[in-house]
């Protein structure tokens, strides 16, 4: 894009509301690593595996299934525990997280971020208390 292009567009645009590429998990081994760990929790919308993170602020991985519908609903799943995990990352512990959704009915927005926010909570309790690093 431009920069003539960039400045003509409307202030309204979504520019800047993504997920940096910081806030994620991207290689294989990370996400191996947290699965490793073998801590993990859930309710009837999320399951979530999560580490320690190397980093001062959590990270986000996703591993949405077939199992939960067609191409078309599995990026829809990913693109809102996206943007619940982006809404909800100055309240959330400093891990590693690996979610799954449960594939049950058709959870919102408010629904995962209320579930990621609640798990996470729990899971730092729990790695807390596991000692794993």
């Known amino acids: 894009m431009t920069t003539q292009a960039r400045a003509n567009r409307p202030i309204d645009s979504m520019t800047g509301h993504g997920l940096p590429a910081r806030y994620r998990l991207r290689r294989q081994t990370d996400f191996e690593r947290v699965y490793a760990g073998r801590i993990s929790i859930g309710d009837g919308v999320l399951r979530i595996y999560g580490l320690k993170s190397e980093c001062p602020h959590p990270r986000l991985g996703l591993s949405v299934s077939r199992r939960v519908g067609g191409a078309v609903v599995r990026n829809r ?57």
């Open 77 to 133: 799943y990913k693109r809102l525990l996206r943007e619940a995990f982006r809404l909800a990352r100055q309240n959330l512990p400093a891990l590693d997280l690996v979610v799954i959704p449960a594939g049950r009915g058709r959870p919102d927005l408010a629904q995962f971020q209320e579930s990621l926010v609640r798990l996470a909570a729990r899971l730092a309790e729990r790695v807390e208390g596991s000692g794993i690093e």
